[in-house]
C-alpha cells in the first residue's frame, strides 16, 4: 500500500476547538498528556476517539500541517506560557552551606577542630579548678604564665577560626567551580538548533524555542527534541532504546504507529511530526524531572533505576564486545603519587608526635622528676595537645589534598577556554587524555576539507566536460532527466540559496554534496525549486535513503500511466557498476558494455579522482508494462539495470591552513591518518595536498577490499598480527565502512608493537561512526555535519569541523597536564620543606618554629591560591615542540625531581640558618625554648615571613617545568596569576604586621622586612643555578620513587580500587564531592549535548 494513501480526516466535532489564541480546556491537556503514553494501535486509536484524526489535532493545535505557524511572536510566547518551555529541568546547584558541610568532614581537619575544642575546655577548666598549679610547669617562668593566663583561650579559638578560614576557602573553590559547569551549561542550551517550519519556511532555532504546534521535519541522524504526532512518513524507522530498552528498531507510520518521542533517534527514512509535549511534560522530561527530585530527596535508589531505565538502550551504539576506554593518565598517576606522598606524611606526623610525648615524659617524670598531681592535670593535657597539633599540621601540609582541586580548577579553566577555540567538552576525562594523543583517524570532508562542495566537471552525452557546460550544448532530454532526477532525489531539506548582489557566495543548506548538485542545476538554468513544488515530498513513492551500508540514494516515483521511474545517485565506481545503460549525445540509451565501462573508469573517472574530485553518478530505471507491483523490499532486484544520466566531479577546497596544522602535529610526535568512504585516488590527492603522504616516507595507502584481505584470516576474522604488519605504515584507508574504520581504531589501541598503547583520537560525523568514535581514547564529532548520534557518542565536539581546533584541543591538553605539574613541583617543595622544618624544629627545641595557625595559611597558599594561579597559564606553541609524554613516564621528570630538590635544598639552608643562629645575625631575642603560652618573638615571626616570602617568589619559579631560564615570560599576560600572589604578599603584610598573637606573628621592622624579601628573591637566582644542574644526576632516584612500571588498561577506574589507600590521601567524602561535580557535568552533556548545533 503507498504510503501516505491515508487522507487526514475532519474531526466529528469542531465545537471542541479553540479560535486562535483562545487557550484549551483543562481536560484537553490531559486528553494530550493521555496521548503520548500510548502505543501502537492504541495511540491511534486514542488519537481518532479524543481527537478525531490527526487533522483533528491540527486543528485543536491551531496548525497549519503545510506551512507550520505563523512566524508571530505573541503566538509563540502565548504557547509557552500555555505549555510550557523546552528546557528539561535542572537539578538545583548545592547549596554554599552543603559545600561547607562537605570540607569539614576532611579527616585532619577535624582533628584540629577536636584539638581547638580541647584547648578552649582545658583554658577555661584551669581558671576553676582548684590546687596548687606551681611546680607543674618543666621550663621556668611558670609565675609569668600563671599571670597571663587569663589570656590562654584565644589560642583554641584562633584555631578555630584558622579552620573556619580554611573551611570557607575550600567552599568557595568547589562553589566556584559549581558556578564555573552550570555557566557552561547555559552556554550549550543557547546553542542548541533544532529545525522547525514556521510560515512554509524551514528554520533552524534554539532547540529550547520549540513549542507545541510546531512541525518539525526530521531525517536520518537526528535526535527527536520533543513529543510529537507523526503527519507525513517515508520509510520511517526509529530506535527507541534509550526509553524502551528495546534494540529493535521500530518502524512509524500514519496507518499503525504514529507517536514520536523525544529522546529517541532517526536511523532511517525522513518525515515531519507535530508537537505535542515539550520540556518537563515530553516523556524525557517526565524521566528527568522524577531523577532530579529522588535526587533532591536522597532516593538514591530510585535514581538509580530511573539511571538504568534511561539508559538501557546506549549499547546499540557500542561494539558487540564491551570495551572500557582506558582511563587518564594523570589522573592515575596523581592518585599513585598522592597516596605515596599520604603515607609518607603519616609517617613523619606519627614519628613526631611519638618523639615529642616520649622526650617530654622522660625528661618531666624521669630526670626533672615531677609528679603527676591533679593541679597539674590541665597543663600536661595541654603540652600533650600541643605536640597532638603539631603532628596533625605537619599532616595537613604534607598531604597533597590540593591535588584533585588543582586538576579539577584546571580542567574547568580549559573546558571553559576550549569552548571559545570551538570544541565543546562533553567528558572531562577528554580534555586530559588528549594530551597523550599518538594517533589522530581523520575524515575529510569538512575536516581537512572546506566542505564547501561544486560541480567543476561533468561526463553527459559521453562527452568529458573539463569545465562546466552550457545549458544548450546538452540535449533537453538529458536536461529533463537531469532536473527531475537532482530535484526528487536530493533531500528537500537541502538547498541553494543565491546571494542578491551576486559577489557573496551561495548560501548552502543542508548535505553539500547534494547542495552542488543543486547548484548545479541553477548554472544550466534549471529551477529545480518549481519541479518541487510539482511533485511535492509527500507525493514520493519510495525513498531508499542513504546510509553507509547502501552508499546510495534513489527515490521512486509513480506516473500518472501507473508505471514507475526511480532516479539513483551515489559514487560512480558503485553506482556505474549497477548501470547497463547510457545517455548518448542524442539523449537516447545505448548499451554500456563492461570494455565502455573500463573505458570511462581510466578516461574521465581516474583523471577525476587523482585531482582529489569526488565523483558522483547519476542514473535511472523505469518500471513499465509490468504485471504487478515490484516488491520494493528486495533493494538488489531494484537498484539494478540502471540508465546512466551523467558523471560529475565534485571539488572539495583543501583548507589552506591545514598543511600547516599537519606539520606541526606530526612534530608534536602525533600521526595523522585519514579514513574515508572516497576511492583510492582522490584520498590519495588529498593525502597529499595535507601532507599526511610524503613521498619521502615509507607509508601507504590502502583500499578498504585490500585491507580487510590484508588483516583477516582464513575464516574472515580479523588477526591482530596480521593487523599490526599494517597500521604503523599506513596513512590513508579508501573506500572504508564504519566497520573497517572501528576495526582499525581498535587494532591501533589493542597493539602492543611500539612498545607502548597508542591513544586514538578519531573524528566521526556519520550514525554509524558511533562505534569507532566510542572505542577511541578520544571521540570528536563534527557539530556542522555529524548527526545527533555522533555527537552522543562523543567526547568532544568540532563545533566548526576543522582538523585547527583539533590541534588547539591538544594544546590545551598538553597545558593542563603541564599545568598540574607546574602546581605539583611547586606544591611538593613547599611540603618538604614545612614537614622538615616542623620535624627538625620539634625534636630540636621541643617546638615547631611554624605554628598551627602559620601552618594552615600557609596550606592556603600551596593549596588553595597556588591551584588557581599556575592552572590558569595559557597554552603557547611551544607545547607542540616535543611528543606526548606516554603512559609509562613518570609524572615527576628529571627537571621537576631537580627543581623540587635545589630549591628545598636553598629554603631549608635559609630556614634553619635564621632558626639557629638568626639571633646573632639580626640581634634580636631568640624564640627558641619558649615557654609553653610566651608572646610571639620577632624571631619566629621573621622565619615565619621569610618562609612565605621564598614561596611567593617559588611560585615563578614553578611556571616552568622543562628547564627553561626565562620564568617571567608571559607573566605579564596572566592576570589571576598576578592577582593572586600580589594578593598573598599584601595579606601576608597585614597578618606580619597586624596579626598579633592571633597568628603567634609580631610586627617586623623595614629592615628586618627588606631581608624577607630578599632572601626569598634570592630563590629566582638560585633558580637559575639550578637550571644550569644536568637532569641526568636525579635520574636514578625518579626510577627509585616512581619505577617505570607499565600500566596496563583498565576495565575498573583505578579510583575506585583503591579506596583502602585514598583515605591515606583524603577523607572520602571530600574526593567525592570532587567526583559529584564531574559527574553531574557529564550526566548534563549526556543528555543535552546530543543536540548540539547544526552550525554557528
Not at 579 to 603: A, F, H, R, S, W
Amino acid at each position: 500500500m503507498r504510503p501516505f494513501s491515508r487522507h487526514l480526516r475532519t474531526p466529528d466535532s469542531p465545537s471542541r476547538f479553540s479560535p486562535i489564541g483562545e487557550p484549551l480546556q483543562q481536560e484537553t491537556l490531559k486528553d494530550l498528556e493521555q496521548l503520548m503514553k500510548q502505543r501502537g494501535l492504541e495511540a491511534l486509536e486514542w488519537l481518532e476517539v479524543h481527537f478525531g484524526g490527526v487533522s483533528g489535532l491540527c486543528q485543536l493545535l491551531q496548525t497549519d500541517p503545510e506551512l507550520g505557524l505563523p512566524l508571530d511572536p505573541k503566538e509563540l510566547s502565548r504557547r509557552r506560557e500555555q505549555f510550557g518551555t523546552n528546557e528539561v529541568p535542572k537539578t538545583r546547584s548545592r547549596y554554599f552551606l552543603e559545600l561547607v558541610w562537605d570540607a569539614l568532614q576532611d579527616t585532619t581537619l577535624i582533628f584540629l577542630e577536636l584539638a581547638a575544642v580541647a584547648l578552649l575546655a582545658l583554658a577555661f577548666y584551669e581558671l576553676k579548678v582548684s590546687g596548687d598549679t606551681k611546680g607543674c610547669f618543666v621550663t621556668r617562668g611558670s609565675e609569668k604564665e600563671e599571670e597571663d593566663k587569663v589570656v590562654r583561650w584565644p589560642e583554641g579559638a584562633v584555631l578555630l577560626m584558622s579552620v573556619a578560614l580554611v573551611v570557607l576557602v575550600t567552599a568557595l573553590n568547589d562553589w566556584n567551580k559549581d558556578k564555573q559547569f552550570k555557566n557552561l551549561e547555559d552556554q550549550v542550551v543557547l546553542s542548541q538548533k533544532g529545525k522547525v517550519m514556521r510560515s512554509g519556511q524551514i528554520l533552524e532555532v534554539p532547540v529550547k524555542d520549540i513549542v507545541v504546534g510546531d512541525v518539525v521535519p526530521v531525517s536520518y541522524g537526528d535526535m527527536l527534541p520533543a513529543d510529537g504526532v507523526l503527519l507525513q512518513a517515508q520509510n520511517l524507522k526509529m530506535n527507541e532504546s534509550s526509553l524502551t530498552g528495546e534494540l529493535n528498531l521500530v518502524k512509524k507510520s500514519l496507518d499503525l504507529d504514529p507517536l514520536l518521542l523525544s529522546g529517541t533517534y532517526v536511523m532511517e527514512g525522513w518525515g515531519k511530526i507535530l508537537v505535542t509535549a515539550v520540556g518537563p511534560n515530553s516523556q524525557t522530561g517526565i524521566i528527568l524531572t522524577w531523577l532530579a527530585a529522588s535526587a533532591q530527596q536522597g532516593r538514591l535508589e530510585e535514581q538509580r533505576k530511573v539511571l538504568e531505565w534511561a539508559n538501557q538502550g546506549k549499547s546499540m551504539i557500542k561494539p558487540r564486545h564491551s570495551y572500557s576506554k582506558a582511563k587518564p593518565v594523570l589522573q592515575k598517576k596523581l592518585t599513585k603519587l598522592a597516596v605515596l606522598i599520604g603515607k609518607c606524611g603519616m609517617l613523619i606526623a606519627t614519628i613526631t608526635v611519638v618523639i615529642l610525648v616520649t622526650y617530654f615524659v622522660i625528661n618531666t617524670f624521669v630526670i626533672e622528676g615531677q609528679k603527676w598531681t591533679y593541679g597539674c592535670t590541665s597543663v600536661y593535657i595541654k603540652y600533650f595537645i600541643k605536640f597532638f597539633i603539631i603532628g596533625i599540621t605537619i599532616l595537613v601540609v604534607t598531604v597533597p589534598d590540593g591535588l584533585p582541586l588543582a586538576l579539577t580548577q584546571s580542567l574547568a579553566y580549559s573546558v571553559k577556554k576550549m569552548m571559545k577555540d570551538k570544541n565543546l567538552v562533553r567528558h572531562l576525562d577528554a580534555c586530559e587524555t588528549i594530551a597523550n594523543a599518538t594517533t589522530i583517524c581523520l575524515d575529510k570532508t569538512g575536516t581537512l576539507t572546506m566542505n564547501r562542495m561544486t560541480v567543476v566537471q561533468a561526463y553527459i552525452g559521453e562527452t568529458h566536460y573539463q569545465k562546466l557546460p552550457k545549458t544548450n550544448s546538452i540535449p533537453d532530454v538529458i536536461l529533463e532527466y537531469l532536473l527531475k532526477g537532482i530535484a526528487v532525489n536530493c533531500s528537500y531539506t537541502s538547498n541553494v540559496i543565491l546571494s542578491k548582489d551576486g559577489k557573496k557566495l551561495v548560501q548552502q543548506i543542508g548535505n553539500k554534496t547534494e547542495c552542488a548538485l543543486l547548484g548545479f542545476l541553477l548554472h544550466l538554468e534549471l529551477d529545480y525549486e518549481t519541479e518541487r513544488n510539482k511533485i511535492p515530498q509527500q507525493s514520493l513513492y519510495k525513498v531508499y535513503s542513504f546510509n553507509s551500508d547502501r552508499k546510495s540514494m534513489s527515490t521512486v516515483l509513480k506516473l500518472s500511466s501507473g508505471d514507475f521511474l526511480m532516479f539513483t545517485k551515489g559514487p560512480s565506481e558503485i553506482v556505474l557498476a549497477k548501470c547497463y545503460k547510457i545517455l548518448n549525445k542524442m539523449g537516447e540509451p545505448v548499451e554500456l558494455t563492461d570494455t565502455k565501462k573500463k573505458e570511462i573508469v581510466q578516461n574521465i573517472i581516474e583523471p577525476m579522482t587523482s585531482e582529489g574530485l569526488q565523483t558522483i553518478c547519476l542514473a535511472f530505471r523505469e518500471f513499465s508494462d509490468l504485471e504487478k507491483e515490484p516488491d520494493w523490499d528486495r533493494e538488489e532486484d531494484i537498484i539494478t539495470q540502471l540508465t546512466c544520466i551523467a558523471l560529475v566531479g565534485i571539488e572539495d577546497p583543501v583548507r589552506p591552513e591545514i598543511s600547516s596544522a599537519i606539520r606541526k602535529c606530526q612534530r608534536a610526535g602525533i600521526t595523522v591518518r585519514m579514513i574515508t568512504g572516497d576511492n583510492l585516488n582522490t584520498a590519495r590527492a588529498i593525502a597529499f595536498k595535507c601532507g599526511i603522504l610524503d613521498p619521502h616516507h615509507n607509508c601507504f595507502c590502502l583500499e578498504s577490499g585490500v585491507f580487510n584481505r590484508l588483516i583477516c584470516d582464513k575464516r574472515g576474522k580479523v588477526e591482530q598480527k596480521l593487523l599490526d604488519r599494517i597500521w604503523p605504515r599506513l596513512r590513508v584507508l579508501a573506500s572504508s565502512s564504519p566497520t573497517d574504520k572501528y576495526m582499525l581504531i581498535k587494532g591501533i589501541i589493542d597493539s602492543d608493537i611500539l612498545g607502548e598503547r597508542q591513544i586514538v583520537a578519531v573524528t566521526g560525523d556519520g550514525t554509524n561512526d558511533g562505534p569507532a568514535l566510542k572505542v577511541a581514547d578520544v571521540g570528536f564529532a563534527l557539530g556542522i555535519t555529524g548527526t545527533d548520534i555522533a555527537r552522543e557518542a562523543s567526547d568532544i565536539i568540532l563545533m566548526d569541523d576543522n582538523f585547527t581546533s583539533i590541534m588547539k584541543a591538544i594544546m590545551w591538553g598538553r597545558n593542563t597536564y603541564d599545568n598540574i605539574s607546574k602546581f605539583l613541583q611547586f606544591h611538593l617543595t613547599v611540603s618538604v620543606v614545612a614537614t622538615v622544618v616542623t620535624f627538625i624544629g620539634a625534636c630540636v627545641t621541643q617546638d615547631s618554629p611554624l605554628k598551627a595557625v602559620q601552618m594552615l595559611w600557609i596550606n592556603l597558599i600551596m593549596d588553595a591560591f597556588a591551584s588557581l594561579a599556575l592552572a590558569a597559564e595559557k597554552p603557547t606553541e611551544a607545547l607542540l615542540l616535543r611528543k606526548p609524554y606516554g603512559r609509562k613516564q613518570h609524572l615527576l621528570s628529571s627537571s621537576m625531581v631537580k627543581y623540587i630538590l635545589g630549591h628545598a635544598a636553598y629554603q631549608l639552608t635559609v630556614t634553619f640558618v635564621l632558626m639557629f643562629v638568626g639571633e646573632e645575625l639580626f640581634d634580636f631575642e631568640s624564640g627558641r625554648k619558649a615557654l609553653l603560652h610566651a608572646p610571639p618573638s620577632t624571631h619566629y615571626t621573621m622565619v615565619f615571613n621569610t618562609f612565605v616570602m621564598m614561596q611567593l617568589f617559588n611560585e615563578i619559579n614553578a611556571r616552568k617545568i622543562h628547564g627553561e631560564r626565562n620564568v617571567f615570560e608571559g607573566i605579564l599576560s596572566n592576570n589571576i596569576f598576578c592577582t593572586i600572589v600580589g594578593g598573598t604578599f599584601a595579606l601576608q603584610f597585614l597578618i606580619v604586621q597586624f596579626g598579633g598573637n592571633v597568628f603567634s606573628c609580631t610586627n617586623l621592622s623595614p629592615d628586618l622586612w627588606l631581608w624577607c624579601i630578599f632572601l626569598g628573591a634570592g630563590i629566582l637566582v638560585w633558580g637559575q643555578f639550578i637550571t644550569t644542574i644536568p637532569s641526568k644526576y636525579v635520574e636514578p632516584l625518579i626510577r627509585l620513587i616512581g619505577g617505570r612500571v607499565e600500566e596496563k588498561i583498565d576495565t575498573v577506574c583505578p579510583v575506585e580500587s583503591m579506596t583502602e589507600d585514598l583515605l591515606w590521601v583524603q577523607n572520602p567524602s571530600r574526593i567525592q564531592n570532587q567526583k559529584r561535580l564531574i559527574k553531574s557535568y557529564h550526566s548534563y552533556f549526556h543528555r543535552s549535548g546530543s543536540q548540539i548545533i547544526q552550525s554557528l
